[in-house]
């Protein structure tokens, strides 16, 4: 087996100014971040809360659900594609599968040679088929071939979790739902609505914090805003109108010329 190489020199040289910068920008919103939340009342972080989805409506009108569909059972499928894999590939496959498998009897009953071919370019094709066919076998057996409208029923479904039950109730069944992918588990942390990091915690947190009729909404305009703005890596503090209420700002940039450069537009951020 080959030697693993270490790309780090031996003797790290002195760090440059734009790593201290950073270094200095992520102490300044630890500090902050550990200041801000013991003193904070939960009345205080409620209001702060609904503020933070308030405003976020503002900045981003038109955050709604990314994936195409028209019918509940069009939207779960798609939901059950989307993992590993961006919306905007998804959108691209399901016209396609949409029309060659229009009921949950069709997917029950699918070619799986056919349908794993259909769904390759959304990536672990095989298992997302699998999941598929059982997706249709289970609603034809147990719910007369229509997608079920609680939570507690859809995670029976094969494929379907918590992410994708909530994904459903709140668009397909307007019954409110708070979707925890990536981008709203991270940002719940860094407004510091949460300290968790298993989802079905967040969401509780969450839930506790939001109003109820919010909380699909307020799932959209988080995850726009972490498409957008509160990247991973390095969020656009300096370009984020939500600055003032995140104990995190300063874990990215918060000069403006700097931040303006990492913000993302529909296109990228699709991706
Ligand atoms: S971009 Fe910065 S200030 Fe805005 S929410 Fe993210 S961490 Fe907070």
Redesign the pocket.
């Known amino acids: 087996m080959p030697a693993t190489v270490d790309p780090s020199p031996e003797t790290p040289g002195p760090p440059t100014r734009q790593a201290q910068t950073r270094q200095a920008q992520t102490r300044q919103a630890q500090t902050r971040q550990a200041q801000a939340q013991p003193s904070e009342t939960p009345l205080a972080r409620t209001r702060r809360a609904r503020r933070i989805v308030r405003i976020l409506g503002e900045v981003h009108p038109d955050a709604r659900i990314a994936l195409n569909f028209t019918t509940p059972l069009e939207l779960i499928v798609a939901t059950v594609l989307s993992a590993q894999c961006t919306d905007k590939k998804v959108n691209e496959v399901t016209p396609t599968v949409f029309a060659r498998y229009p009921s949950a009897a069709a997917y029950a009953g699918a070619d799986r040679a056919e349908l794993e071919t259909i769904l390759r370019p959304t990536g672990f094709f095989r298992a997302k088929a699998n999941s598929v066919i059982g997706l249709g076998a289970a609603l034809v057996d147990r719910f007369g071939g229509e997608v079920p409208r609680t939570l507690e029923e859809l995670v029976t479904l094969p494929g379907v979790g918590r992410k994708t039950a909530n994904v459903v109730l709140g668009h397909a069944f307007d019954t409110p739902g708070i979707t925890v992918d990536t981008h709203v588990g991270r940002?719940s942390r860094?407004?510091g609505l949460t300290t968790q990091d298993d989802p079905v915690k967040v969401e509780a947190d969450l839930a506790a914090l939001i109003e109820r009729k919010d909380w699909t909404i307020a799932s959209d305009r988080m995850i726009f805003h972490g498409r957008r703005?509160?990247h991973a890596r390095r969020?656009?503090?300096g370009a984020?109108a939500?600055?003032k209420l995140?104990p995190?700002?300063g874990?990215?940039p918060t000069s403006e010329i700097e931040a303006a450069k990492l913000v993302r537009g529909d296109v990228e951020a699709a991706r």
């Open positions: 940002l860094r407004f703005i509160c969020p656009a503090c984020c939500v600055a995140c995190s700002y874990t990215g």
